[in-house]
Each structure stands twice: as C-alpha cells, then as structure tokens.
C-alpha cells in the first residue's frame, strides 16, 4: 500500500510546524529547506495557502493525494458541513484511532500496526489502514504476544497523552471503542479544512 517514505524533518521545516511529531531539525533550524530557506519566507498566494493546507493534512493523515481526494470525494456527498465531514472520515480510520488510542507512539507505526495485522476490530482482525470504524465498534490489540508487545510499548510512551473525549479505553484489555463521531469543536487538525475544501471545489 502506498505510503509516503520521505524526509519528515524536510517536511516539518517546509511547513514551520511538527506535521510528523516533535523534530529537533525544526528547533535548530526554524526555516524552510533549500539553499534560501535562511533567507525567510516570501508572501505566498492565496492559492499556494490553500494548496500548502492540503499538503499539511495529507502529511499528517499519511495519506497520497488519490487517497486524500476519495475522502473529500465522500464527504462531499455526506450530508453536512464538507469541512468537518471530511475531518471526522479522517478521524474515524482504523489507523488514525490505533493512534488516538496510544497503541502506537506516531501515525505511521499505528498504520503498520494495522497492516500486520496486529488489530482486531469487533472481534476480527482487519489489516486495512483505511477500514472506517464506526460509533460502538471495539478496536483491540491481537491476544499474541508480538501483538501485545508493540501494544505495551505504545502504551508506555503514550502514557501521558491526553485521551480523546469519543473514545474509550482499557489498558488491561489492549481494548479501545469508538464511543461517538467527534464533532468539529473537539478536533484540532493540522490544517484548515476550509481552505482544503476551496481548493478541490475549484478543480
């Protein structure tokens, strides 16, 4: 399955913000890449915002531009705001929750989690990073011991992570439910979603 596999901290530094987690590249050199990184950032038009916008959310889900685009694709045929539609579509992925749930240290390690096959959801084993769980639906670490090792590790280093509010979780178990959908308020993307959906809307 397609992933991007690039430099982070090249990304982190382009954007001016931890799209990947925290970087220490950032913090030594809080300035785009390239030979005139050093030099600042020049103004930008407003469509290379709405563009750099998408560029961040794509980065911070993980996903491609063919996947990123289906998801804005179903949102727009849901009923509702697109915005906030396509944050909770993006919020309700099996990966995304493995990591909301602490299961995994980054996003990336959540979606190899998945692919391997060490999450059940309701029972059965799912190894597709993009399945879309639902309000009720018992995300679990697999009752093997390579499972529940990465599941322990997670846990560990996420131990300080604060929780979010639709879902649940039971560390003994290495058991997750997604309790509710999380309304716009709760969420705090990497982007603006608005500018996201501006610019699909034009092409």
């Known amino acids: 399955m397609a992933r991007y596999t690039g430099p982070r901290d090249k990304i982190n530094r382009r954007f001016g913000q931890p799209i990947f987690g925290a970087s220490k590249a950032l913090e030594r ?4 890449p390239g030979v005139h990184g050093a030099k600042g950032r ?31 694709q179903k949102a727009v045929q849901s009923r509702g705001v697109t915005g906030e539609k396509m944050l909770q579509l993006l919020e309700t992925r ?19 989690m998945v692919t391997h096959g060490h999450i059940n959801v309701n029972g059965r084993r799912v190894s597709i990073p993009s399945f879309t769980c639902r309000p009720g639906d018992v995300i679990e670490v697999r009752d093997n011991p390579k499972s529940r090792q990465l599941g322990s590790r997670g846990l560990e280093t996420t131990q300080i992570r604060p929780l979010p509010d ?36 034009r092409s």
């Open 29 to 32: 050199r809080n300035f785009p």
């Open 94 to 112: 099996l990966d995304t929750l493995v990591d909301r749930l602490g299961f995994s240290a980054t996003r990336r390690g959540a979606r190899q």
């Open 166 to 201: 639709w879902v649940t979780l039971n560390k003994d178990a290495f058991k997750g439910t997604l309790t509710r959908i999380p309304t716009r308020e709760e969420l705090t993307p990497v982007a603006n979603e608005q500018l996201v959906v501006e610019l699909y809307s």
């Open 42 to 72: 020049r103004k930008q038009s407003d469509y290379a915002v709405a563009l750099g916008e998408k560029q961040k959310m794509k980065f911070g889900y993980g996903l491609l531009e063919r996947q990123f685009r289906r998801v804005y």
